[in-house]
C-alpha cells in the first residue's frame, strides 16, 4: 500500500519549469497540464499559489496580463529591471508580455511609491504638531 513517503519530490526548478508552461505561448490549462504531466491538479495549484507568493508571475489562466496581481506586476518589473532591450524583448515574448506593458506597471510603482511618500509626510506633520502642543500641556 503506498503511503505519502511514496509521492515524489520534485526541485523547485522542475516545478518552475512546469509551471513555465501555463504561460504564453503555450498556456496549458492545470487540467491538461496535470495530466500530461502526471501530476495532481492539487499539487499544481500549491505549487502556483507558492510561486506566486515568492515574488514569481504565474498568474491564473483566466486572467489577462492587466488583471495579474499587483505583486505579479512587480515581481516583473523586478526581474526584468536590469535587462537590456533584446533581453527584455526575449522575456515578453516568453511570457506573452509587451515591453511598453512592463514600462507601464515600473511606472505605476514610481508613481505609487511617490504617493505614499508625500502621504507619509502629511501625519508625521500632524504628528509633531500633536507633539509639541501635549508638550505645551505639560509644561503649563
Known sequence: MAGIT?????????KHAVLKRLLPPQSLSIAVLAKEEGISEAALYNWRKRFNLSGHPVPEKHLSSEQWSAE????VVLET???????????CREKGLY???IKQWKQACV???QSVVKASKTPRKTLKEKENENKIKSKS
Open 6 to 14: 511514496d509521492m515524489p519530490s520534485y526541485s523547485e526548478e522542475r
Open 111 to 113: 508613481h505609487g511609491n
Open 72 to 75: 505579479a506586476k512587480l515581481a
Open 99 to 101: 515591453p511598453d506593458q
Open 81 to 91: 529591471a536590469r535587462f537590456n532591450e533584446a533581453d527584455l524583448s526575449e522575456y
